[in-house]
Nanobody, 126 residues
Framework: QVHLVESGGGLVQSGGSLRLSCAAS????????IGWFRQAPGKEREGISC????????EYADSVKGRFTISRDNAKNTVYLQMNNLTPEDTAVYYC???????????????????WGQGTQVTVSS
């Protein structure tokens, strides 16, 4: 059974940083695309970053470009999202997701992903 567990969320002041982790069990992340999504109250789930399978390409939403960095450690079966210069607009529940296919390139589209974690809350105070 596939489990994705996000961690690293919390409360941070505006301008601060957090690093989210997404640890997988029951599934090897190698060669699979991983995405990070977030959902704020009353808003749709937004794809903010992804990292490709065999290519390792990365994509970022305009809202986080230049502030967030996605990376993966296949040896630890974990993907990270380094978030810097956080603002209150980044407040949301953050989810990681895995595409069980073997596509080389990733997408920030919700529909590309098959397995999802339970999410971790990120709250940025002004």
């Amino acid at each position: 059974q596939v489990h994705l567990v996000e961690s690293g969320g919390g409360l941070v002041q505006s301008g601060g940083s957090l690093r989210l982790s997404c640890a997988a069990s029951g599934f090897t992340l190698d060669y699979h695309s991983i995405g990070w999504f977030r959902q704020a109250p009353g808003k749709e789930r937004e794809g903010i970053s992804c990292i490709g399978g065999s290519t390792g390409n990365t994509e970022y939403a305009d809202s986080v470009k230049g502030r967030f960095t996605i990376s993966r450690d296949n040896a630890k079966n974990t993907v990270y999202l380094q978030m810097n210069n956080l603002t209150p607009e980044d407040t949301a529940v953050y989810y990681c997701a895995v595409d069980r296919g073997y596509g080389a390139y990733c997408s920030n589209s919700y529909y590309e992903y098959d397995y999802w974690g339970q999410g971790t809350q990120v709250t940025v105070s002004s």
